[in-house]
Antibody
Framework: QVQLQESGPGLVKPSGTLSLTCAVS?????????WTWVRQPPGKGLEWIGE???????NYNPSLKSRVTISVDKSTNQFSLKLSSMTAADTAVYYC??????????WGQGTLVTVSS | EIVMTQSPATLSVSPGERATLSCRAS??????LAWYQQKPGQAPRLLIY???TRATGIPARFSGSGSGTEFTLTISSLQSEDFAVYYC???????????FGQGTKLEIK
């Protein structure tokens, strides 16, 4: 059973950079799936942020592309998200997930990130 | 960009009754459509993919239908654990993009 676990700071200052890591267990990050980040502002819907393949190939949501970097570390079976120039609008629960055939079949529990000084 | 619109925003149904949730795409998405269930404080759970195929472990009371622009999620006999928010999701292969609907909250009547 694949499991994903997000980790990182819960508070980021305005204009700062968010750094989150997703640890994958129960399977290899090189298994042939894409690995993604999705976020959800409090009380709102879901927004896809971007994805990465174990080769390092990435795809990003155009609305966030200028601020997002996703990377992978095969040696630790983890992938990471960096989101720069954070504002209050970026306050959200951030989820990592595994993509399978265009859909997201395994999810982390999510981590709340608040942007505040 | 394709827009996914779900209706209604809130649906009140009694346990044991049938619930029908709708998702409309602004242009045809073929059958590239999934449904997720999300309970408070939890991550979304994949219910249906390919518009009509149940994901592993999903009870048979959940069914999906539709293609093109109109999709439906039906829960045949609501159980207490089914009251949650439901999202539809579409994907484009190129450029890769994943769009969620705004959600339908299914509440106990």
């Amino acid at each position: 059973q694949v499991q994903l676990q997000e980790s990182g700071p819960g508070l980021v200052k305005p204009s700062g950079t968010l750094s989150l890591t997703c640890a994958v267990s129960g399977g290899s990050i090189s298994s042939g799936h894409w690995w993604t980040w999705v976020r959800q502002p409090p009380g709102k819907g879901l927004e896809w942020i971007g994805e990465i393949y174990h080769s390092g190939n990435t795809n990003y949501n155009p609305s966030l592309k200028s601020r997002v970097t996703i990377s992978v570390d095969k040696s630790t079976n983890q992938f990471s998200l960096k989101l720069s120039s954070m504002t209050a609008a970026d306050t959200a629960v951030y989820y990592c997930a595994r993509k399978w055939s265009g859909y997201f079949d395994y999810w982390g529990q999510g981590t709340l990130v608040t942007v505040s000084s | 960009e394709i827009v996914m619109t779900q209706s209604p925003a809130t649906l009140s149904v009694s346990p044991g009754e049938r619930a029908t949730l709708s998702c409309r795409a602004s242009q045809s998405v073929s059958s590239n459509l999934a449904w997720y269930q999300q309970k408070p404080g939890q991550a979304p759970r994949l219910l249906i993919y390919g518009a009509s195929t149940r994901a592993t472990g999903i009870p048979a009371r959940f069914s999906g239908s539709g293609s093109g622009t109109e999709f439906t999620l039906t829960i045949s006999s609501l159980q207490s654990e089914d009251f949650a928010v439901y999202y539809c999701q579409h994907y484009d292969n190129w450029p890769p993009m994943y769009i969620f609907g705004q959600g339908t909250k299914l509440e106990i009547k």
